[in-house]
């Protein structure tokens, strides 16, 4: 008979018991469920060292183990409570909650579904006390000042829940997982995971010491990377750049991968918001739109972003685990993480490689260069002013200046008068060649790739692909400002043009301005290019036009140009950058290696694809079997 038919029977309300159980459904999904919320009270309660010990993949026996403030002893009964916390007594104190728990409904709810004990101590005990949650029973034991919490046979009094759970090695990776994203919020607690009596994992401590007269910003930031590298490998260091943005009421700090550290799976992104991990929408897609422009295809960026943000304008009361958050303004937050990962992405790497160079000792000091305390992050600052004063002023290397007007053809022989003077910025035009960060240029291979040296050893650069973003990157930066300076020729370059595209030309006559082209019908079948921008004057003005104006014509409305930026722009870029199979001089080499030192995203074309590679001394060493 379907339910539906039966008569309803009275209302009654629901023992504590049932309730506890239906609120585990929410909280409590599988073991690693039980461990976020365990570890999280014991950061809670000031631990500095946590010990997880698992049987089972957690189902047997989840039990954590920490140096915390305790539980006095008349306290404990009251903890295993529903709605029992110590972290708040009020709304007002709710709205700005600093503490990772509340609800006061994780040791119930897991209670209702397991064997739960609690075993704690606090400063002022003489000796600890253990509370069995079946029977109640409270009786005194031994231990140190801190807490231990046991759950063992998960799920057993729900048989239906227990079958979900997976093998003992998904639940163990499960559990992992859970410490690893409190590890990484928390570098200055260490962390150990045992598991069958094996230790799994051991993040030691990171120490912060306010007394020792170090910046603590910096102390922090060194830690944070410290307990980076060793929870997510020195890969992840080394392949990634130190995020540092401040805006409004909200904080953006951390380590974004670099493009090529982007992996095929999103397993690799932890965003925090006040300590808290969180999968959240906004800051996720904030994340991914700030790698739009270097990382193409569906390839994953690797990161580990911490917002911080005045409590009052985050509600972390939305979902039962807190994995979610709702913002007060959630554009503010989308800005502040999106523009704090690209600034830190658009700082050409070779600077931070020299920068730990530089560090190190490895290399000579460059006279001007700040000597930076911590490498990726101050020089992240140093190096904004560089990479600020760029395009503008060292446009003139890939521009034939003295000989403006010609048309573009005429000029394609010449057109690579490098200045030497104007390519080289200024503060590396001081620098001795040997901390050049992208090297001396030495030769080019095959009219593709230019062979540099730097301290470390060989430099390969796919020319065509860097100088396509360093002439993509000024166009933005033209366009940014409204003025792509335009430069006329002085022989129009007429051509053959299909209706579509003189229709194009007229509608667009405009958006073609904006883009520093002017396009003027000579007939109903031909077209002429009159001016181009002038960072391409030395390309193939009626292949530039033809593109442009096939891009334009799949568009309508006035404000294409806006819209389509990107795309016009990397298209116009194509073009004018330097083709393969062209000779350079080794002037003209060194002056695009010193351009790419400036240029923002120049480690990347405009496709994603890397421009530069190092080759060490010791890899070429292991090629050759030196040394072995
Ligand atoms: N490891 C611990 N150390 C100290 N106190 C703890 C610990 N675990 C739990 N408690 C106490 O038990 C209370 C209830 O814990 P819990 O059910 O997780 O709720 P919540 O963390 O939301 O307050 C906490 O408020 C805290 O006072
Ligand atoms: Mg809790």
């Not at 997510?232 to 951390?254: K, R, W």
């Not at 690799?268 to 295809?297: C, I, M, P």
């Not at 400002?481 to 430069?487: D, F, G, R």
């Not at 590679?613 to 070429?620: A, H, V």
Request: hydrophobic share 40%; glycine share 6%; with cysteine.
């Amino acid at each position: 008979m379907h339910p539906a038919t039966q008569p309803l029977r009275a209302i009654r309300e629901l023992p504590d018991e049932l309730i506890s159980q239906i609120a585990a459904g929410e909280v409590v999904e599988r073991p690693a469920s039980v461990v976020r919320e365990l570890v999280d009270n014991a950061l809670d309660a000031g631990a500095t060292h946590i010990t997880l010990r698992l049987l089972a993949g957690g189902v047997r026996l989840i039990s954590v183990e920490d140096n915390g403030v305790g539980i006095p002893a008349a306290e404990l009964p009251v903890a295993l409570k529903r709605h029992a916390t110590s972290k708040i007594t009020s709304l007002t104190e709710l709205e700005s909650v600093g503490t990772m728990g509340f609800r006061g409904e994780a040791l119930a709810a897991i209670q209702s579904v397991s064997e739960l004990s609690v075993l704690s101590r606090t400063a002022s005990q003489d000796n600890a006390m253990l509370l069995d949650g079946q029977s109640g029973e409270l009786q005194p034991a031994a231990r140190a000042q801190g807490t231990t919490v046991e759950v063992k046979e998960l799920f057993y009094s729900t048989p239906a829940r227990r079958k979900f759970l997976k093998t003992d090695n998904t639940e163990l990776a499960h559990c992992v997982e859970a410490v690893r994203r409190h590890a990484l919020t928390r570098p200055e607690v260490g962390f150990a995971i045992w598991h069958e009596g094996k230790l799994v994992e051991q993040w030691r401590a990171q120490t912060v010491d306010a007394t020792s007269g170090e910046d603590l910003n910096l102390q922090h930031q060194r830690a944070l990377d410290r307990r980076l590298a060793d929870v997510l490998g020195d890969d992840f260091l080394e392949n990634s750049v130190a995020v540092h943005y401040q805006s409004g009421n909200v904080t953006v700090i951390g380590r974004a991968g670099i493009p090529d550290a982007a992996r095929a799976r999103a397993d690799h992104q932890f965003s925090y918001v006040n300590g808290r991990y969180v999968r959240d929408k906004v800051v996720t897609h904030a994340a991914r739109s700030a790698y739009e422009d270097v990382l193409h295809g569906h390839r994953q960026p690797v990161y580990a972003l911490y917002v911080e943000i005045e409590p009052t304008r985050v509600d972390v009361n939305v979902h039962p685990t807190k994995i979610e958050v709702r913002f007060r303004d959630g554009r503010e937050v989308h800005q502040a993480v999106r523009h704090a990962v690209e600034n830190a992405l658009a700082v050409p790497r070779a600077n931070l490689i020299m920068a730990n160079a530089l560090q190190n000792h490895e290399l000579p000091m460059a006279g001007t260069q700040a000597q930076p305390a911590w490498p990726s992050a101050n020089w992240q600052q140093a190096a904004m002013p560089l990479a600020g004063n760029r395009v503008s002023d060292l446009g003139a290397l890939w521009q034939p200046s003295p000989r403006h007007g010609l048309p573009a053809q005429e000029q394609s022989e010449q057109a690579f008068v490098p200045d030497q003077v104007h390519a080289t910025p200024p503060s590396l035009q001081d620098a001795a060649p040997e901390t050049w960060p992208l090297g001396k240029a030495l030769a080019q291979l095959h009219g593709v790739y230019i062979l540099a040296e730097n301290t470390h050893g060989l430099v390969l650069v796919d020319m065509h692909a860097a100088h396509e973003r360093i002439v993509y990157e000024q166009l933005k930066t033209q366009i940014d400002a409204q003025h792509v300076s335009s430069q006329p020729l002085l022989i129009p370059a007429t051509f053959p043009a299909s209706a579509q595209e003189v229709a194009t030309a007229e509608s667009c006559a405009e958006a073609l301005q904006e883009l520093g082209l002017e396009i003027s019908t000579l007939s109903s079948k031909t077209l002429a290019v009159r001016a181009v921008p002038s960072t391409l004057a030395q390309g193939d003005a009626v292949a530039l036009a033809r593109s442009v104006l096939a891009e334009l014509s799949q568009h309508d409305a006035s404000t294409v140009v806006q819209r389509a930026r990107n795309e016009l722009l990397a298209t116009m870029a194509c073009h004018g950058a330097v083709r393969a199979n062209r000779k350079l001089t080794i002037d003209e080499m060194n002056g695009l290696l010193r351009q790419m030192e400036v240029t923002e995203r120049s480690d990347q074309c405009n496709h994603g694809r890397p421009t530069w590679r190092q080759l060490s001394m010791r890899e070429l060493d292991a090629l050759f079997l030196r040394g072995r």
